[in-house]
């Protein structure tokens, strides 16, 4: 299995619809592919965070670039209205 094939049912493996041989070949793929583990990790972890329903706080430095990024881009988007931070 390539890294194509595998991020074309990654979705059906995420939620185990995944045919059972598939899944097997799929495994076998994540075992040996270090990028493709991360990306299989990451989707886990977010589907996770999802599911416990819980806000997660994000680092303030972070969450002031955001927003930033977001009021710049509002200005580009709808010049000469004021906005609220």
Not at 45 to 51: D, E, N, S, W
Request: charged share 30%; with cysteine; hydrophobic share 35%.
């Amino acid at each position: 299995m390539k890294c194509e094939e595998l991020l074309q049912i990654l979705n059906e493996y995420v939620d185990g619809t995944v045919d059972p041989a598939v899944c097997k070949e799929f495994e076998q793929h994540l075992a040996g592919c270090d990028p493709c583990q991360v990306v299989v990790d990451n989707i886990r972890k977010t589907i996770t965070l999802y599911r416990n329903g819980e806000p997660y706080e994000l680092p303030l430095e972070f969450r002031e670039r955001l927003h930033a990024v977001l009021r710049e881009r509002w200005k580009q988007m709808h010049p000469g209205t004021s906005q609220q931070a």
